[in-house]
């Protein structure tokens, strides 16, 4: 029997070669591998690859369509899928939802008990950096860019290259 794959690895893999602009590699390796992955939550993980694959080319409505299709209330995506739907919002300049999902996703990692401390750090991490690119970009807020840019490479952050990118467009 095949061995079957873990989700963490399938998702991975995709994102890391979506990041480099392996779209071709990206779509190749779901075709030939999701039969891999559990079946239980095989649609959800590939949704959520694919998803990745259209952020990246640039597909943001895309991208927030495939994501609003995949079960929330997946351990290992639930989190994940919120950064990328933030990211979505960010390059659509869909404003109030950004600013309420970043609520919303405060106070359920505020709730959550069983998330080991480090990693809810990193998101709430990534949380702050990213309400700052937002007040910085849309509202009145001045910042020493600098300063934030250090910032943000000092901090152990989820979508840190992301929120470096976002950082020196403004």
Same mark, same amino acid.
């Given at each position: 029997? $095949? =061995?079957?794959? +873990?989700?963490?690895?399938?998702?991975? =893999? !995709?994102?890391? #070669? +979506?990041? *480099?602009?392996? /779209?071709?590699? #990206?779509?190749?390796? *779901?075709?030939? @591998?999701?039969?891999? &992955?559990?079946? %239980?939550? $095989?649609?959800? *993980?590939?949704?959520?690859?694919? #998803?990745?694959?259209?952020?990246?080319?640039?597909?943001?409505?895309?991208?927030?369509?495939?994501?609003?299709?995949?079960?929330?209330?997946?351990?290992?995506?639930?989190?994940?899928? $919120?950064?990328?739907?933030?990211?979505? @919002?960010?390059?659509?300049?869909?404003?109030?939802?950004?600013?309420?999902?970043?609520? +919303?996703?405060?106070?359920? &990692?505020?709730?959550?008990?069983?998330? %080991?401390?480090?990693?809810?750090? $990193?998101?709430? #991490?990534?949380?702050?950096?990213?309400?700052?690119?937002? %007040?910085?970009?849309?509202? +009145?807020?001045?910042?020493?860019?600098?300063? /934030?840019?250090?910032?943000?490479?000092?901090?152990? !952050?989820?979508? =840190?290259?992301?929120?470096?990118?976002?950082?020196?467009?403004?």
């Amino acid at each position: 029997s $095949r =061995k079957e794959f +873990s989700e963490i690895f399938f998702t991975n =893999k !995709v994102e890391i #070669a +979506s990041k *480099i602009k392996e /779209f071709k590699w #990206a779509y190749d390796f *779901i075709g030939k @591998y999701k039969d891999r &992955l559990n079946s %239980e939550n $095989r649609n959800d *993980i590939v949704n959520f690859c694919y #998803a990745i694959i259209e952020f990246e080319s640039g597909n943001y409505p895309a991208s927030l369509d495939l994501l609003g299709k995949i079960n929330l209330h997946h351990p290992l995506l639930r989190f994940r899928i $919120r950064n990328y739907t933030l990211l979505n @919002y960010y390059e659509l300049n869909y404003l109030e939802q950004a600013f309420s999902l970043v609520d +919303s996703y405060k106070h359920m &990692l505020a709730k959550d008990k069983k998330m %080991e401390t480090s990693w809810k750090e $990193r998101y709430n #991490a990534f949380l702050s950096l990213y309400q700052k690119i937002l %007040e910085t970009k849309y509202g +009145s807020k001045k910042i020493d860019m600098d300063f /934030f840019r250090n910032e943000i490479e000092s901090k152990a !952050v989820f979508m =840190k290259q992301w929120l470096l990118e976002k950082v020196n467009e403004i």
